[in-house]
């Protein structure tokens, strides 16, 4: 080999990394373009007392000490961690206990599975509807079984216990298929 000329080995491994990068190229373009980009003039702006034009100056941490004191951004905060107590953890569990029954089934297993999958590919604005429409005060299905004319959405103490039942029904389908998959994994748990 004449001095100076990568051996084969190198000049394949350079020829493979050079296709790497073409290929990710893209990628990492349109990551830093629509993501790093967006979130790194996001905090610079959070520094400064910008309109929505995007025109001020630089005020450091004066907007972040005016949120530290507004007690509608702790409310926020509040309803934020009650929806996901009321959500994250009954969610799980019933995904899990589901995904159970799903697998102990020997008969109607794709049906119920199917069913029980099928909110969670449902726009959201046919959910919500939905929802308005089981639990109105004036006609709902929840209304009629139980004898009441219950305002459900309007009462500030039903409403996100309400919200949190419509997206554990609306969700709960993945996380059973998430469960099923994994417990199909566990040798006992297996579709046979």
């Not at 349109?30 to 630089?58: E, H, K, M």
Request: aromatic letters at 16%; charged letters at 10%.
């Amino acid at each position: 080999m004449p001095p100076g000329e990568p051996n084969r080995p190198e000049r394949k491994r350079s020829k493979s990394s050079r296709t790497a990068w073409v290929l990710i190229a893209p990628f990492v373009l349109f990551y830093v373009l629509f993501l790093v980009y967006p979130a790194l003039q996001v905090v610079y702006l959070s520094l400064t007392n910008s309109d929505i034009a995007g025109l001020g100056r630089l005020i450091g941490f004066a907007n972040y000490q005016e949120l530290i004191s507004d007690q509608e951004f702790w409310a926020a905060v509040w309803h934020t961690v009650f929806f996901v107590l009321l959500t994250v953890v009954p969610n799980t569990v019933v995904g899990f206990f589901l995904a159970l029954l799903v697998l102990r089934l020997k008969r109607l297993r794709f049906p119920i599975l199917s069913a029980f999958f099928l909110p969670y590919v449902l726009p959201v604005s046919v959910v919500t509807n939905t929802a308005l429409w089981i639990l109105d005060a004036n006609f709902g299905i929840v209304n009629n079984l139980l004898g009441t004319n219950t305002a459900w959405f309007g009462d500030s103490i039903l409403a996100m216990p309400c919200v949190a039942i419509v997206t554990i029904w609306w969700t709960v389908g993945f996380n059973m298929l998430l469960f099923v998959a994994g417990l199909q994994n566990i040798p006992s748990f297996g579709w046979g």
